[in-house]
């Protein structure tokens, strides 16, 4: 037992702990659910009300609702058509999209495609509020394949929104993709992983730690805490989301038998690689292929977070329920690699992640010591252009690690170093955000293409976010 869970199941005076408050507070659910008891459940693929040669429509409306998420209770969420996490979008590359959203929530929203090059005006600007009954078509080109996620980017309340439900799957087929021998269909899992925290009653608790932000004592997949997944003896593919507002994960099964790794944000990876341990921080996403054929009908495994000990360690249960053929292959070329190269690079440009800001009374967080200000933006690129930004934690050495995932719209990058030394394995390949741990620096590449107009980046944890850690750029 480390000395996290002692204390987390110690119940006793846990102020100094991210987790202690909530624990100590005695709302929580986190010791009456039961794990592996409830089955995943896999979000229904949203129809689109109308279709032509080049488009599908959509329509959305963001409602209050009330929903079972811990067995027996119910949970007030705001979600997209109600439903915790939304419903899954799916489409094939270069095939347009336009969704109404509808909001009729009481709050203002925004909603944002992560991971997509979409036009400014449909990216959602944290200040081009959806005010409540009001409506708006977001367009989406879906230039680029990959598993993305569409979630709110409302200025100053992303945190809160999307704790309270409002994020969803967003998947683009790859043209290419139909042909390879990957696993489909019901063997093609979705799996949105999030912590929450909920009262003795059922509420969601939205009560953030500035500093950590809301790292919460209950892991939701797809929105069911501890969920168990009866599989067959045979391979599945599993797009991975991290959902959560605040909390890194770092993905491993139980037997220690690596995956396939064969996608990262930015689609899929050139060929597959074998390995053994996937950190996934907040807003990443990663895709794996597991075979369950090397394990015996009737046992059972676990994807873990290794950055966990004791009881919650196990996100998810695989239970192998039946033997089936399995006409599925790991194939040996998936994609083109990508390659940006320091030599086409026309700028460099640095950044340096920090807590900060102009008051001393509450906990702030900035870009080179500014604060987000949606007026000015801190980088004007051209169009076209190859760029190299130096990404760098400068948070608090001396107290506890504070990851800052750092997400641009519009592009996807590579990563050319981290830390002086090439990037880590499984975040070889296109990216959208990068994980900075505290003192690590990367330096990452990327060509901005697609349109002009004014985008973001940011930190994605929510709280960070929400407390300023977040930029302007424009493209010209
Ligand atoms: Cu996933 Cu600017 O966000
Ligand atoms: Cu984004
Ligand atoms: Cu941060």
Redesign the pocket.
């Known amino acids: 037992m480390t000395r996290r869970e002692f204390l987390v199941l110690s119940g006793g005076t846990l102020a100094s702990h991210p987790l202690g408050r909530w624990v100590e507070s005695r709302t929580s659910n986190y010791f009456t659910v039961k794990r592996f008891q409830n089955l995943l459940q896999i979000p229904p693929v949203l129809r689109p009300s109308h279709s032509d040669e080049t488009a599908d429509y959509y329509e959305i409306v963001q409602r209050e609702a009330s929903v079972e998420l811990l067995p027996g209770k119910k949970s007030t969420i705001w979600g997209y058509q109600g439903l915790f996490p939304g419903p899954i979008i799916k489409t094939r590359q270069n095939r347009r999209t336009a969704i109404r959203h509808k909001n009729k929530l009481l709050v203002p929203t925004v909603v944002?495609l992560?991971g997509s090059a979409t036009p400014p005006d449909s990216d959602?600007f944290p200040t081009e509020l959806l005010l409540p009954g009001q409506e708006k078509i977001y367009s989406y080109p879906n230039h680029r394949a990959a598993t993305l996620?569409y979630?709110d980017?409302t200025m100053d309340y992303t945190g809160r929104n999307i704790f309270m439900g409002l994020a969803g799957m967003y998947i683009v087929e790859g043209e290419e993709e139909r042909n390879l021998p990957l696993p489909r269909d019901e063997y093609d899992v979705p799996l949105i992983v999030q912590d929450r925290l909920f009262s003795g009653d059922g509420a969601l608790l939205f009560k953030p730690d500035p500093v950590d932000g809301a790292v919460t004592d209950t892991i939701l997949i797809n929105g069911t805490p501890w969920p168990r997944m009866d599989v067959s003896a045979r391979k599945y593919r599993l797009r991975i989301v991290n959902g959560s507002n605040a909390r890194s994960f770092c993905l491993a099964l139980s037997s220690h038998f690596p995956f396939w790794q064969i996608a990262t944000d930015g689609g899929l990876l050139p060929a597959p690689r074998r390995i053994r341990e996937i950190p996934i921080a907040m807003?990443e996403r990663v895709e794996v292929i597991v075979d369950f054929s090397a394990y015996p009908v009737n046992s059972s495994l676990t994807l873990d977070d290794l950055n966990q000990g004791g009881p919650t360690r196990s996100l998810l249960q695989f239970k192998i329920v039946r033997k089936v053929r399995d006409d599925s292959r790991v194939p040996d070329h998936m994609a083109e690699a990508a390659t940006i190269s320091r030599d086409c690079a026309t700028h460099e440009r640095s950044f340096v992640f920090t807590r900060g800001g102009a008051s001393n009374s509450e906990v702030r967080w900035s870009i080179n010591g500014e604060q987000f200000d949606s007026a000015h933006a801190v980088a004007t690129v051209n169009l076209g252009d190859v760029e190299i930004w130096r990404l760098a934690n400068h948070s608090f050495r001396n107290r506890h690690n504070v990851v800052h995932p750092i997400?641009l719209?519009l592009v996807n990058f590579q990563i050319l170093e981290r830390n002086g030394k090439p990037a880590a394995p499984y975040e070889v390949g296109w990216k959208d955000t990068v994980a900075l741990s505290v003192g690590d620096e990367v330096l990452i590449g990327m060509r901005f293409e697609g349109y002009k107009g004014r985008y973001?980046f940011?930190c994605?944890n929510l709280e960070h976010?929400d407390r300023g850690m977040m930029a302007r750029f424009d493209v010209n």
């Open positions: 944002h992560h959602g996620w979630h980017h807003a997400h719209h973001l940011h994605h976010e």
